[in-house]
Each structure stands twice: as structure tokens, then as C-alpha cells.
């Protein structure tokens, strides 16, 4: 009898330490996912990233606070009310650390512009986060030859 509940315990002691536990990388993405929604999100592995059309536009700055990626356009002599902006991402095939992720910004205007003006986009990164690092790098591509690097940590 005694042998029973000791088989018992002990079965229960392997079973509770052979539970699969999320990561604290795991757990820390979730936490951010919930304290940190921002606009529309990034297109993940676009199907057109290498065929998409898009109007002519100069991109002021690109920034990166958290999960969200800040685009901001300049255009003129118009509200900008009817612009609009996608980020589509292309697959990574760099075997290398942090991993390299390709962004197009694509940007659509059906105003006509005469004036200097300034508008931002932002953009929800989350559904680029890849399991087993906490970094990659993402390299902008835009109109007019914009091309910058930014690290997106989570």
C-alpha cells in the first residue's frame, strides 16, 4: 500500500516538472502585445512585396517605440486626410544574427499636393517577432531611394 502512494507521488512530481512552461521571452511578448496595440499591421510575408505599385513619396523619418513603427510621409498643399500607407515584409532568407527582414512601404495619394507637409503612420510590428530571438533587423525601403536600418527589440 505504501509503495502504491509513494509510486503515485512520484509520478506526480515527474509529471508537474515535464509540463511545457512558456519562456520568459514568451511571456514578455504577450505582456507587450497587450500594453502596446498600434495601427494597422505590418504585412507578414507580402506575396506582391516584389511586384507592389506605389505613388511617388519621400519618407521624412522611420522610428521604432516598442511594437510600433512610426513612417512619416511628406507631401504638399493638401490635408493628407485621403492618404494612405501599407508596410509589407518580405521572407528572410539571411542565415545571420539578428535576422534581416526586408519592409516596402507602399503609399497611395489621390490628392493633389502643392505645399510642404508632414503626416505619420504607424505601424503594428508584432506579427514579425520570430520564437527563439528577441531582435531582428529591419531594413525601410521607400520612393525616391529611402533606405534605412532599425533594430526592433521585443
Known sequence: MKLTYLLIVLMLTIVSFSCRRSSPVEEKMEDARKSQPCGKAVVANAPNFSTVTT????????????????????????SGNTW????LHAVSVAAVY?????????FTNKELCTAA??????????????KGTNTISLSIYGSA????????AY
Open 55 to 78: 505613388n511617388d513619396f519621400v519618407i521624412a523619418d522611420a522610428s521604432i517605440s516598442g511594437d510600433c513603427l512610426t513612417i512619416k510621409v511628406g507631401g504638399s498643399g493638401c
Open 117 to 130: 507637409f508632414v503626416k505619420s503612420f504607424e505601424f503594428d510590428l508584432y506579427p514579425l517577432r520570430q
Open 145 to 152: 531611394g529611402y533606405y534605412k536600418t532599425l533594430q526592433y
Open 98 to 106: 539578428p535576422q534581416q527582414h526586408a519592409l516596402k512601404v507602399v
Open 84 to 87: 494612405q500607407a501599407d508596410v
